[in-house]
């Protein structure tokens, strides 16, 4: 069965540093989304993209982050300058069709520790 | 307003019993209710999803029941078992602000003791 995969599963950072989590979503997928779920809370939405580009974003998704998808498999969350708020899980989701249409199929997260 | 209040928090129920879950929202421009299921170490995975014009739907043990009127939804598991101890999440969506951003709920851990 085609999963989302996410890597690594585990990052510890500095405070200040960059980070890239990196995905490879579902081969014939069309969405690509990043959310967030720090611990304890409840699951955030960060960013959507679409043909190429960002098609939504929340207020959380500030100039620190930015997304890509650099060769047609991966798709890539990039934080800046990490700071210690950054600290939760990531999932990457991907989907043949809109949140609001179907199902949205989520990686098993990558854990981001900010010390 | 974009939240969406998730109760309990957490819920222990005995196998094959009936486990409820309630969400509640305000803002009315919400048109897809979701309901994600998350195993521990794993993604979320979709369980049931609903839209406001219909007030129930069955899949199997799972039941979504919703009440327009009252800006309120709920999952009914029937028959709770053991492989049913997760922790579940509703969402909804608002196409004003996007066919993609889910507002998730705060989360219910429900345990099934066997």
């Known amino acids: 069965e085609p999963e989302v995969t996410q890597t690594p599963s585990h990052q510890v950072t500095q405070m200040g540093q960059e980070v890239i989590l990196r995905c490879v979503p579902i081969?014939?997928?069309?969405?690509f989304y990043w959310y967030r779920q720090i611990l304890g809370q409840k699951v955030e939405f960060l960013v959507s993209?679409?043909?190429?580009?960002?098609?939504?974003k929340s207020e959380i998704f500030d100039d620190q982050f930015s997304v890509e998808r650099p060769d047609g498999s991966n798709f890539t969350l990039k934080i800046r300058s990490t700071k210690l708020e950054d600290s939760a899980m990531y999932f990457c989701?991907?989907?043949?069709?809109?949140?609001?249409?179907?199902?949205?199929?989520f990686g098993e997260g990558s854990r981001l520790t900010v010390l | 307003q974009q939240q969406v209040k998730q109760s309990p928090q957490s819920l222990i129920v005995q196998k094959g019993g009936i486990s409820i879950i309630n969400c509640a929202y305000e803002?009315?421009?919400?048109?897809?209710f979701p309901w994600y299921q998350q195993f521990p170490g794993k993604g979320p995975a979709l369980l049931i999803a609903?839209?406001?014009?219909?007030s129930e739907k069955k899949e199997g043990r799972f039941t979504i029941s919703f009440n327009k009127s009252a800006k309120q939804f709920s999952l009914h598991i029937m028959d709770s078992q053991p492989g049913d101890s997760a922790t579940y999440f509703c969402?909804?969506?608002?196409?004003?602000?996007?066919?993609?951003?889910?507002?998730f709920g705060t989360g219910t851990r429900l345990t099934v003791i066997p």
């Open positions: 993209f679409y043909n190429n580009e960002i098609s939504e």
């Open positions: 969402a909804a969506t608002n196409p004003e602000t996007g066919a993609n951003n889910l507002f």
């Open positions: 081969s014939n997928h069309l969405y």
């Open positions: 609903i839209r406001p014009d219909v």
């Open positions: 803002n009315t421009a919400f048109d897809y």
């Open positions: 989701a991907s989907s043949s069709r809109t949140a609001n249409t179907g199902e949205l199929f």
